[in-house]
């Protein structure tokens, strides 16, 4: 989930209240998020093409495409990419490359953009020197401005390695910036042309703050797999930044691959990665953004665009981004929000609704879309979230997460309400942290409305168990025995469980409401301790946990023991695998949250 809405627009406010703006807010790294003003947020915009020496992109670095790209594309970030080692590039001429990138940066400053100084090389490493020596020029010209943001090392081929070739490239012109300019972003590539950021995460750079990693996509080539690595990376701590992709192969050719741009959109949203379109130009290629013969000054019209440019524009027009609120109380727990009154949003409207109350609600909430919402909570615990939601049909689901997408805390199905202002009250309890914190509401399948959200204590126990199963009630099993039972509620027990014996309850599926955590409770009896097993869907996958049994005295000495694990929403059909036996078993539960 990411703070995207709105950037465009505040800006643009901004500039009709006052004749010049001091700055934008400072981008900053934290975990594996890009923060915007020190909140969690995206921008979206587009990258030049090659700034070489007559090449098809050197004649638009110019002030005036500059200012176009933000007043009709609502772009808040560009990029100038400055090609160093191809014919007519900085090392052939650095005067005439540097000249096209500054006339770029300067206008996206005066028009308070983004704009990332980009070193565009497949062999960045084998110039070291002369990177060092532009960086340090940049940063001393740029360096107390927010807007800029450096990237040292665009796409290494995929015979650079990571840990012989960039990453040490990368330490020492990281170095040199740091010590000019001690905190702007800082944007790093990696091998295999930008698409092995799970590569560098195995192996990232340290000592230095505010480093992301460049990701590069091209839809007509590109697809999950991918974002797998994309989603490794960030899952082992890397910041990424998508500073060049394209709806056509990785070729800049072909045509445009509509569907798989739209899944890695959401990917980039649901992620709050930020993103330049490649690439202004208009060679004949699929990748070019303009129609041949495109004015070199913007003022292009729909029709001068190619197939590629208009998806782009109306992807980058619908981003938006968002700088930090200007005011967002935390609210204490326990609480009714209103939905309306989100801190930061992305593609919701505000309606007025006729459910109790009156008021607004939120509508038009599409795949993709998030809100946000500033709570104080007052203690660790589990906790009831209430969703008062409206669907015309079936299908819809939204996703609680922390501001900035992780972690998530649970997801909630929505079913038809019979209208869009026909309410009903969607509700799961999930395990949350003491403490002042941004709650995210994302979209996962649109179609629904949203009134209010309301954050309550679950009571003591952390509810009530959603299924209490007594373990001899299996539908098939391999090496038990049943036996009768003196735990209360007396019934039969299962005994003579021995290493490889199995319980399958699949005859008794159990519905889960919606995707979280989850208590199961285990009553238990072993005369000495020792055995241990694991809780798994019967047929053995997967495997949830691994539990180990303590010596309760007795055959029929009962302990409830527990494990906390995450389950995703439907009907799961559970069993048992003794990996060392010892032990008698009388009943399981589930429990939402955290026991």
Not at 257 to 262: D, F, L, Q
Not at 385 to 413: C, H, I, K, M
């Amino acid at each position: 989930m990411s703070l995207r809405a709105g950037l465009a627009a505040a800006l643009l406010s901004m500039v009709a209240a006052s004749p010049a703006l001091a700055d934008v807010p400072a981008l900053s790294v934290r975990g594996n998020q890009v923060l915007v003003g020190g909140t969690p947020g995206s921008l979206s915009g587009v990258s030049y093409y090659w700034s070489n020496n007559g090449w098809p992109g050197a004649r638009f670095y110019n002030a005036s495409t500059v200012g176009w790209l933000k007043s009709d594309w609502k772009a808040t970030v560009v990029r100038a990419a400055m090609g160093v080692d191809e014919a007519g590039g900085y090392l052939q001429d650095p005067a005439a490359n540097k000249a096209r990138l500054k006339a770029v940066v300067d206008a996206a400053i005066a028009n308070d953009l983004y704009v990332i100084i980009d070193w565009h090389s497949h062999y960045a490493y084998q110039y070291q020197a002369q990177a060092i020596e532009f960086f340090q020029e940049m940063a001393r010209t740029y360096g107390k401005n927010n807007h800029v943001i450096y990237e040292i090392y665009n796409e290494p081929k995929n015979d650079a390695s990571w840990s012989g070739n960039v990453k040490p490239y990368a330490q020492a012109v990281i170095g040199a910036i740091r010590a000019i300019d001690p905190d702007n972003l800082i944007i790093v590539g990696s091998p295999n042309w930008s698409q092995d950021a799970d590569v560098a995460s195995r192996d990232p750079i340290t000592g230095y703050s505010n480093i992301a990693y460049t990701l590069h996509f091209y839809a007509g080539t590109h697809g999950q797999f991918l974002r797998d690595k994309a989603t490794t990376a960030m899952n082992n701590g890397l910041a990424l930044f998508v500073t060049e992709w394209g709806s056509v192969n990785a070729d800049g050719n072909g045509g445009v691959a509509t569907p798989e741009t739209n899944a890695w959109v959401a990917f980039m949203k649901a992620h709050n990665l930020s993103n330049a379109n490649w690439a202004l130009d208009d060679a004949p290629e699929g990748s070019a953004a303009l129609a041949s013969g495109a004015s070199s000054t913007g003022g292009w019209p729909e029709s001068g665009l190619t197939a590629s440019g208009k998806l782009a524009r109306s992807i980058v027009q619908g981003w938006g981004g968002t700088p930090p609120p200007t005011s967002c109380a935390n609210t204490a727990v326990p609480a009714t929000l209103q939905a309306e009154r989100y801190c930061q949003m992305a593609g919701v409207q505000v309606e007025g609704t006729t459910d109790a109350g009156g008021g607004s609600n939120l509508g038009y909430i599409d795949a993709g879309d998030w809100m946000t919402y500033a709570v104080d909570v007052p203690s660790d615990g589990n906790y009831r979230v209430s969703y008062r939601v409206a669907a015309a049909g079936n299908g819809a689901s939204l996703q609680l997460e922390q501001g900035g997408g992780t972690p998530v805390f649970g997801s909630v199905d929505i079913a038809s309400t019979g209208g869009w202002q026909n309410w009903s009250t969607v509700s799961h309890v999930i395990a949350l942290k003491a403490g002042k914190q941004v709650l995210g509401v994302s979209t996962k399948t649109g179609g629904f409305n949203l009134n209010w959200l309301q954050v309550e204590r679950a009571d003591s126990g952390g509810g009530a168990p959603i299924a209490t199963v007594k373990a001899s009630s299996f539908s098939q099993m391999s090496g038990v025995q049943t036996e009768a039972t003196t735990d209360s509620g007396g019934g039969q027990s299962v005994g003579y469980i021995d290493a490889g014996d199995w319980l399958s309850y699949a005859g008794t599926p159990i519905t889960v409401p919606s995707t979280g955590t989850y208590t199961i409770a285990f009553r238990v009896a072993s005369l000495n301790g020792g055995g241990w097993f694991s809780f798994e869907e019967a047929g053995g996958a997967p495997v949830y946990a691994t539990v180990s049994v303590p010596a309760t005295g007795g055959w029929q000495n009962w302990t409830t023991i527990k494990a906390t694990l995450t389950l995703t929403a439907g009907t799961h059909k559970f069993g048992f695998k003794s990996q060392t036996g010892g032990w008698n078993l009388n009943w399981f539960s589930v429990t939402p949250g955290v026991q």
